[in-house]
């Protein structure tokens, strides 16, 4: 049975119940808003426990002489291009053969020019490297066109952290656990009380915000750990 509690229509009917307001004067577009707001901060403390469990690979094809590759932008372009983090970097030349890029400081290039012939020379197919820079992987050696640089060909692999895309319509589901939504209703609700001026109630919801992101940071610290169960014999007499 599919969860009756996981949509933005659950949460935005749980700030108006709380509130007790209706859509009239809690009308969608304020809740989308704050929504999205407190929704980006609890899932920049998830990323900060466990990474991998919001990690994606994009890939990309090699262009002949291009050094420059754009990061993958959400639909809404904000700053940064949809990037948290950018974990790993992985390419191939031939087609065939991978390799991971290792970070490359700028100040690791030789000369006073950053030019192609110069990467080219100074490092290798074998073991290359990137830099990250205006929102974009910067590779060296720059490909050739006797690479494998076929239009479709996805020899750039990044390994890296997305920012959500922006919440829309109601029928939304925030990408974080739906146990913490309850969370995300507080968290909205201290604007929603701060706007008509109820400060003791918005004290509560802040408070409550503190500690719900307190709870979730301890239940989701390890997830991937396996925990123990420990079964006691009973003494109790079932003859």
């Known amino acids: ?66 050094r420059e590759y754009a990061l ?26 991978w390799y991971v890029a290792d970070p ?7 000369g006073a020019t950053i030019l192609d012939a110069d990467l080219n020379a100074q490092f290798s197919k074998s073991a290359p490297r990137y830099w990250f820079k205006d929102r974009s992987v910067w590779i060296a050696p720059i490909p050739a066109s006797t690479d494998s640089v076929a239009g ?4 750039l692999r990044i390994y890296w952290i997305k920012r959500p895309l922006e919440m829309t319509v109601v029928g939304d589901i925030p990408e974080i656990p739906k146990d913490f939504l309850n969370i995300l209703v507080e968290g909205m609700l201290i604007d929603v009380f701060r706007k008509y001026g109820r400060i003791s109630d918005m004290r509560e919801a802040r408070n409550n915000w503190a500690v719900g992101i307190d709870k979730m940071k301890q239940l989701e610290q390890a997830p991937d750990d396996e925990q123990p169960f420990i079964f006691m014999s009973s003494k109790k007499d079932f003859s």
Request: charged share 20%.
């Open 1 to 66: 049975m599919a969860s009756t509690y996981q949509t933005l229509t659950d949460v935005f009917a749980d700030v108006r119940f709380n509130a007790q307001k209706d859509s009239t004067t809690l009308p969608n577009a304020d809740l989308f808003r704050l929504a999205n707001k407190y929704f980006n901060l609890m899932f920049r403390e998830l990323v900060g426990l466990h990474e991998d469990l919001y990690g994606e690979i994009s890939a990309a094809a090699l262009v002949a002489s291009q």
């Open 72 to 97: 993958p932008t959400d639909s809404v372009s904000t700053f940064g291009g949809g990037l948290i983090k950018l974990q790993r970097v992985e390419i191939t030349y031939d087609g065939t053969n």
């Open 104 to 110: 490359l400081s700028l100040q690791e290039i030789s």
């Open 152 to 155: 479709g060909n996805t020899n």
